[in-house]
Protein backbone atom coordinates (compact mmCIF):
# COMPACT_ATOMS: atom_id res chain seq x y z
CA UNK A 1 0.00 0.00 0.00
CA UNK A 2 1.17 3.61 -1.18
CA UNK A 3 1.92 5.69 1.82
CA UNK A 4 2.20 9.84 1.70
CA UNK A 5 3.55 11.92 4.57
CA UNK A 6 0.46 13.17 6.46
CA UNK A 7 0.61 17.22 7.16
CA UNK A 8 -1.32 19.47 9.79
CA UNK A 9 -2.59 22.87 8.97
CA UNK A 10 0.76 24.66 9.93
CA UNK A 11 2.72 22.42 7.11
CA UNK A 12 4.38 20.21 9.85
CA UNK A 13 4.50 16.59 9.20
CA UNK A 14 2.73 14.55 11.73
CA UNK A 15 2.39 11.32 10.47
CA UNK A 16 1.97 9.22 7.50
CA UNK A 17 -1.23 8.31 5.07
CA UNK A 18 -1.55 5.23 4.23
CA UNK A 19 -3.55 5.37 0.18
CA UNK A 20 -5.04 2.13 -1.21
CA UNK A 21 -3.24 0.57 -4.67
CA UNK A 22 -5.93 0.64 -6.89
CA UNK A 23 -6.23 4.39 -6.43
CA UNK A 24 -3.01 5.49 -5.99
CA UNK A 25 -0.38 2.77 -6.80
CA UNK A 26 -1.26 1.54 -11.00
CA UNK A 27 1.12 1.62 -13.67
CA UNK A 28 0.88 4.74 -16.04
CA UNK A 29 -0.05 4.57 -19.53
CA UNK A 30 0.28 8.05 -21.36
CA UNK A 31 -1.64 7.20 -23.92
CA UNK A 32 -5.05 6.13 -21.60
CA UNK A 33 -5.20 9.36 -19.73
CA UNK A 34 -4.55 11.21 -23.31
CA UNK A 35 -7.50 9.50 -25.01
CA UNK A 36 -9.50 10.26 -21.40
CA UNK A 37 -8.51 13.93 -21.17
CA UNK A 38 -9.41 14.78 -24.71
CA UNK A 39 -12.91 13.04 -24.69
CA UNK A 40 -13.70 14.99 -21.39
CA UNK A 41 -12.77 18.40 -23.54
CA UNK A 42 -14.96 17.69 -26.43
CA UNK A 43 -17.79 16.69 -24.19
CA UNK A 44 -17.86 20.02 -22.40
CA UNK A 45 -17.36 21.91 -25.66
CA UNK A 46 -19.97 24.67 -26.47
CA UNK A 47 -20.67 25.48 -29.83
CA UNK A 48 -21.47 28.84 -30.69
CA UNK A 49 -20.25 29.50 -34.10
CA UNK A 50 -23.68 29.49 -36.38
CA UNK A 51 -24.19 30.72 -39.85
CA UNK A 52 -27.33 30.65 -42.21
CA UNK A 53 -27.86 29.09 -45.26
CA UNK A 54 -29.14 30.35 -48.20
CA UNK A 55 -32.52 29.30 -47.06
CA UNK A 56 -32.64 30.99 -44.04
CA UNK A 57 -31.47 34.44 -44.78
CA UNK A 58 -34.09 37.53 -45.19
CA UNK A 59 -35.09 38.88 -48.65
CA UNK A 60 -33.91 37.91 -52.02
CA UNK A 61 -37.11 36.31 -53.23
CA UNK A 62 -37.27 37.19 -56.72
CA UNK A 63 -35.34 37.48 -59.20
CA UNK A 64 -32.62 40.41 -59.75
CA UNK A 65 -33.06 40.62 -63.15
CA UNK A 66 -34.39 38.59 -66.18
CA UNK A 67 -32.16 35.89 -67.22
CA UNK A 68 -31.13 37.35 -70.70
CA UNK A 69 -30.51 40.76 -72.52
CA UNK A 70 -28.82 43.12 -69.57
CA UNK A 71 -25.45 41.70 -70.05
CA UNK A 72 -24.90 40.73 -66.67
CA UNK A 73 -24.40 37.14 -65.36
CA UNK A 74 -27.58 34.95 -64.50
CA UNK A 75 -28.72 35.36 -60.82
CA UNK A 76 -31.77 33.52 -59.58
CA UNK A 77 -31.56 35.13 -56.48
CA UNK A 78 -29.87 37.70 -53.77
CA UNK A 79 -29.72 35.08 -50.77
CA UNK A 80 -27.14 33.38 -52.75
CA UNK A 81 -23.80 33.17 -51.29
CA UNK A 82 -22.31 34.64 -53.82
CA UNK A 83 -23.93 38.03 -53.01
CA UNK A 84 -23.05 40.18 -49.47
CA UNK A 85 -25.76 39.60 -47.16
CA UNK A 86 -26.42 36.13 -48.80
CA UNK A 87 -25.89 33.01 -46.89
CA UNK A 88 -23.02 31.16 -46.50
CA UNK A 89 -21.77 27.99 -48.11
CA UNK A 90 -20.44 25.32 -45.70
CA UNK A 91 -19.90 27.43 -42.69
CA UNK A 92 -19.66 26.68 -38.85
CA UNK A 93 -23.19 25.15 -37.66
CA UNK A 94 -24.64 25.28 -33.94
CA UNK A 95 -25.84 21.64 -34.38
CA UNK A 96 -22.33 19.98 -34.79
CA UNK A 97 -21.66 17.62 -32.48
CA UNK A 98 -17.81 16.90 -30.87
CA UNK A 99 -18.74 13.90 -28.41
CA UNK A 100 -16.45 10.94 -27.88
CA UNK A 101 -17.39 8.45 -26.25
CA UNK A 102 -15.56 7.27 -23.17
CA UNK A 103 -16.61 3.54 -21.00
CA UNK A 104 -16.38 4.21 -17.74
CA UNK A 105 -13.78 1.64 -16.82
CA UNK A 106 -11.07 3.58 -19.13
CA UNK A 107 -12.27 7.13 -17.12
CA UNK A 108 -11.50 5.40 -13.83
CA UNK A 109 -8.39 3.81 -14.70
CA UNK A 110 -6.93 7.11 -16.34
CA UNK A 111 -8.06 8.75 -12.69
CA UNK A 112 -6.20 6.14 -10.82
CA UNK A 113 -2.90 6.90 -13.33
CA UNK A 114 -3.22 10.54 -12.82
CA UNK A 115 -3.39 10.49 -8.93
CA UNK A 116 -0.60 7.52 -9.24
CA UNK A 117 1.71 10.03 -11.10
CA UNK A 118 1.12 12.55 -8.35
CA UNK A 119 1.69 9.73 -5.28
CA UNK A 120 5.31 8.85 -7.74
CA UNK A 121 6.37 12.59 -8.08
CA UNK A 122 5.59 13.47 -4.84
CA UNK A 123 2.68 15.67 -5.85
CA UNK A 124 0.17 14.91 -3.64
CA UNK A 125 -0.43 15.83 0.19
CA UNK A 126 -2.31 15.28 2.37
CA UNK A 127 -3.72 17.17 5.58
CA UNK A 128 -5.40 15.60 8.67
CA UNK A 129 -8.11 18.24 8.44
CA UNK A 130 -8.83 21.17 6.12
CA UNK A 131 -10.64 24.25 7.46
CA UNK A 132 -10.58 28.04 7.80
CA UNK A 133 -12.76 29.29 10.36
CA UNK A 134 -14.28 32.42 8.08
CA UNK A 135 -13.98 33.40 3.90
CA UNK A 136 -10.79 34.90 4.12
CA UNK A 137 -8.11 34.39 1.41
CA UNK A 138 -5.65 36.41 3.73
CA UNK A 139 -5.78 33.17 6.16
CA UNK A 140 -5.98 30.67 2.77
CA UNK A 141 -3.45 31.54 1.35
CA UNK A 142 -1.01 31.26 4.67
CA UNK A 143 -2.07 27.90 4.90
CA UNK A 144 -1.27 26.85 1.59
CA UNK A 145 2.31 28.90 1.86
CA UNK A 146 3.20 26.25 4.64
CA UNK A 147 3.18 23.19 2.57
CA UNK A 148 5.37 22.00 -0.10
CA UNK A 149 3.24 23.18 -2.62
CA UNK A 150 3.58 27.05 -2.32
CA UNK A 151 3.91 29.27 -5.18
CA UNK A 152 2.49 26.06 -7.24
CA UNK A 153 -0.26 25.67 -8.74
CA UNK A 154 -2.98 23.27 -6.70
CA UNK A 155 -5.94 21.51 -6.64
CA UNK A 156 -7.64 21.74 -3.51
CA UNK A 157 -10.00 18.68 -3.13
CA UNK A 158 -11.88 18.12 0.20
CA UNK A 159 -14.48 15.54 1.37
CA UNK A 160 -17.08 18.05 2.44
CA UNK A 161 -18.38 21.68 1.06
CA UNK A 162 -17.03 24.23 2.84
CA UNK A 163 -17.97 27.47 1.57
CA UNK A 164 -15.24 29.42 3.40
CA UNK A 165 -12.72 27.46 1.71
CA UNK A 166 -14.69 28.01 -1.46
CA UNK A 167 -15.37 31.58 -1.32
CA UNK A 168 -11.51 32.38 -0.31
CA UNK A 169 -10.05 30.40 -2.91
CA UNK A 170 -11.82 31.97 -5.51
CA UNK A 171 -9.51 34.81 -4.53
CA UNK A 172 -6.16 33.02 -5.39
CA UNK A 173 -4.48 32.94 -8.37
CA UNK A 174 -3.31 29.29 -8.49
CA UNK A 175 -5.52 27.85 -6.82
CA UNK A 176 -8.62 25.61 -7.57
CA UNK A 177 -11.32 23.97 -5.70
CA UNK A 178 -13.18 20.50 -6.07
CA UNK A 179 -15.27 18.32 -4.45
CA UNK A 180 -13.89 14.78 -3.36
CA UNK A 181 -16.64 13.00 -5.58
CA UNK A 182 -16.17 14.96 -8.53
CA UNK A 183 -12.41 14.17 -9.44
CA UNK A 184 -11.87 14.96 -13.30
CA UNK A 185 -8.99 14.22 -15.17
CA UNK A 186 -8.23 17.85 -16.90
CA UNK A 187 -8.81 19.21 -13.66
CA UNK A 188 -5.96 16.76 -12.11
CA UNK A 189 -3.57 17.49 -15.26
CA UNK A 190 -4.21 21.59 -14.99
CA UNK A 191 -2.64 21.61 -11.68
CA UNK A 192 0.81 20.54 -10.31
CA UNK A 193 -0.35 19.45 -7.01
CA UNK A 194 -3.33 17.87 -5.76
CA UNK A 195 -4.35 18.72 -1.60
CA UNK A 196 -6.65 16.90 0.06
CA UNK A 197 -7.92 16.05 3.15
CA UNK A 198 -8.20 12.86 5.43
CA UNK A 199 -11.48 12.66 4.93
CA UNK A 200 -11.35 13.33 1.25
CA UNK A 201 -9.32 10.28 0.73
CA UNK A 202 -11.85 8.40 2.19
CA UNK A 203 -14.73 9.96 -0.28
CA UNK A 204 -12.40 9.27 -3.15
CA UNK A 205 -12.06 5.47 -2.38
CA UNK A 206 -15.50 5.33 -1.45
CA UNK A 207 -16.65 6.51 -4.83
CA UNK A 208 -14.40 4.96 -6.78
CA UNK A 209 -15.87 1.64 -5.29
CA UNK A 210 -19.26 2.47 -5.86
CA UNK A 211 -18.56 3.36 -9.54
CA UNK A 212 -16.44 0.17 -9.81
CA UNK A 213 -19.56 -1.77 -8.46
CA UNK A 214 -22.02 -0.04 -10.74
CA UNK A 215 -19.88 -0.71 -13.66
CA UNK A 216 -20.54 -4.66 -13.44
Known sequence: MATVKLYNMTGKVVGEQALPDRLFSVPVRPTVVHQVAVAQQANSREVLAHTKTKGEVRGGGRKPWKQKGTGRARQGSTRNPQWRGGGVAFGPRNDRNFKLKVNKAMKQAALAMVLSDKVTNDRLIVIDQFTIP???????????????????????????LDTNVVR?????????????????????????????????VKKVEDTYRKAKAKSK
Not at 148 to 158: F, I, T
Not at 169 to 195: H, T
Request: overall charge negative.
Open 168 to 200: AAQNIAKLAYCAADSLNIVDLLKYEYVVLDQAA
Open 134 to 160: AAKTKQLRDTMATLPSAQQGSLLVLAD
